[in-house]
């Protein structure tokens, strides 16, 4: 599979499912998976079809629901914005009222503070079991 090169510049990987590459996105301020069909050459929701959607969708709700489990979040953030990154990709992203942007949108806010050792185990641990 073939990822944007901002993708790949920006996100960690995490694991694989039969729908999607999940990533985390290499900023410590949030918790924030994305996820990236792993059909080739897809940039809009619309592209794929009917059982790929429904089978990435189901991914995303995965994702969204384990990242709430493990980060007692007020909210999860769900977009699909294809202004800069061409190729369709899901941000999954742990919003929680003490953040650096509450509540405007992560999108812009400052400059990312990428991650140091150790990554965030207990979540990647969570994301790669509930897919496994």
């Known amino acids: 599979m073939t990822l944007h090169?901002?993708?790949?510049?920006?996100?960690?990987?995490?694991?694989?499912t039969d729908c999607s590459q999940i990533l985390l996105m290499n900023d410590s301020r949030w918790p924030w998976l994305i996820l990236?069909?792993?059909?080739?050459?897809?940039?809009?929701l619309h592209d794929l079809t009917h059982?790929?959607?429904n089978a990435f969708m189901a991914d995303v709700n995965q994702a969204s629901r384990v990242i709430q489990k493990v980060t007692a979040c007020k909210s999860v953030n769900v977009a699909m914005l294809g202004n800069v990154v061409s190729q369709l990709h899901c941000?999954?992203?742990?919003?929680?009222?003490?953040?650096?942007?509450?509540?405007?949108?992560?999108?812009?806010?400052?400059?990312?503070?990428?991650?140091v050792e150790p990554?965030?185990?207990?979540?990647?641990?969570?994301?790669?079991?509930?897919?496994s």
């Open 119 to 131: 990554l965030p185990q207990s979540l990647l641990d969570a994301v790669r079991k509930s897919f």
């Open 5 to 16: 090169p901002a993708l790949v510049a920006d996100t960690l990987p995490v694991c694989l």
């Open 51 to 53: 059982e790929q959607r």
């Open 91 to 115: 941000h999954v992203v742990a919003r929680d009222s003490d953040d650096p942007n509450w509540p405007r949108p992560v999108w812009g806010f400052e400059t990312a503070v990428p991650y």
């Open 36 to 44: 990236v069909p792993v059909q080739p050459d897809i940039n809009e």
